[in-house]
């Protein structure tokens, strides 16, 4: 089946500090990718849809100067979270779905996550 | 707004007990419905879906969950639990008239007491 693999699974950055996550497609090309975010005890919140070539799309009240997305492959998307603040500290998600195989609206396909603590 | 709601945050049952979890959403028109389960320190996995047809669907592990189009309502279902579905578990709505995006709902502890 469609994998996605996340990098790191978990970090702890100085406060101020940027982290990059990477979201990769193992064995599927993905032109869009999703982020979430997930707070403790909370649900998955969509941050944005990465889109492959072009700008992300961003879910109302989520920064996009501070939560950078870039999809400059069919294979990978990066999160940077920038100036990290110690609220910044969750669970981020990414998802992709497998264009050739899954039809719109078909289950996502989920990394593992990243913990971010932010100190 | 339109929304995905999950009426139980946690419950606690023992093993064998029969297991229910709702789920309700508010969109209209054309929807997908999902069930994610996230074991501890493990990422989401799919437990089922439902596109179209039979509105009672079997998912893995003995799950199903029944679509009822009036109530608006994908509720998940197991007769009988055991201590390994001890989880957290997602119910997940894709609408067309929201974009496709896939929206959640709150979640549902699930502690199964061996």
């Known amino acids: 089946g469609a994998v996605v693999s996340q990098h790191p699974s978990w970090v702890i950055c100085k406060s101020g500090t940027s982290v990059k996550i990477e979201c990769r497609s193992l064995?599927?090309?993905?032109?869009?990718m999703f982020w979430y975010r997930q707070f403790p005890k909370q649900s998955l919140m969509l941050m944005a849809t990465?889109?492959?070539?072009?700008?992300?799309?961003?879910e109302q009240g989520v920064e996009k100067d501070k939560f950078l997305i870039n999809h400059a492959s069919l294979t990978l998307s990066t999160l940077t979270v920038t100036s990290a603040h110690p609220e910044d500290s969750s669970f981020y998600i990414c998802?992709?779905?497998?264009?050739?195989?899954?039809?719109?609206?078909?289950?996502?396909?989920f990394g593992n996550g990243t913990r971010l603590t932010v100190t | 707004a339109q929304s995905v709601s999950q009426h139980n945050h946690h419950v606690i049952l023992s093993e064998a007990a029969s297991l229910e979890l709702g789920c309700n959403y508010s969109?209209?028109?054309?929807?997908?419905l999902f069930w994610y389960v996230q074991y501890p320190g493990q990422h989401l996995q799919l437990l089922l879906k439902?596109?179209?047809?039979?509105?009672l669907v079997k998912g893995i592990k003995g799950f199903e969950a029944e679509f009822i189009k009036s109530k608006f309502s994908f509720n998940l279902r197991k007769p009988s639990v055991q201590w390994s579905d001890t989880a957290e578990y997602f119910c997940?709505?894709?609408?067309?008239?929201?974009?496709?995006?896939?929206?959640f709902g709150g979640g549902t502890r699930v502690l199964v007491k061996p």
């Open positions: 990465s889109n492959e070539g072009s700008k992300a799309t961003y």
């Open positions: 064995d599927f090309q993905a032109t869009t």
């Open positions: 998802s992709a779905r497998d264009p050739f195989r899954d039809r719109e609206g078909s289950p996502l396909h």
């Open positions: 997940a709505v894709n609408a067309k008239a929201a974009g496709n995006k896939l929206t």
């Open positions: 439902y596109f179209s047809g039979d509105p």
């Open positions: 969109y209209g028109g054309t929807v997908n």
